[in-house]
């Protein structure tokens, strides 16, 4: 079993900047693929970025150019740098694991971007 915990939200305003962590449990880090999802009040979660075991990254088309993702296997540790924060990506902030056929999710951290 993987155990997620985030941290790292927050409020900030418009064009600042955050970093989200994601620590997991020490039961295991051998997860094919680490991901952080968003979700709004009223909205479906979305998928926000990916990263493989072997550092292969994806961005949703929202994000690309401002969010980056990424992971440290020794520390069992995730990571979202978010630079150049818009409104719209106000948002609860999920960690996911997925190894198939598994997923595992944190609690979330609220980021919030307002003037």
């Known amino acids: 079993q993987v155990q997620l915990v985030e941290s790292g939200g927050g409020l900030v305003k418009p064009g600042g900047s955050l970093r989200l962590t994601c620590a997991a449990s020490r039961s295991s880090f051998s997860v094919y693929v680490m991901a952080w999802y968003r979700q709004a009040p009223g909205k479906q979660r979305e998928l926000v970025a990916a990263i493989t075991m072997g550092g292969r990254r994806e961005y949703s088309d929202s994000v690309k150019g401002r969010f980056t993702i990424s992971r440290d296997n020794a520390k069992r540790e995730a990571y979202l740098q978010m630079t150049s924060l818009k409104p719209e990506d106000t948002a609860v902030y999920y960690c996911?694991?997925?190894?198939?056929?598994?997923?595992?999710w944190g609690q979330g951290t609220q980021v919030t971007v307002s003037s």
């Open positions: 996911n694991a997925h190894n198939d056929p598994d997923d595992y």
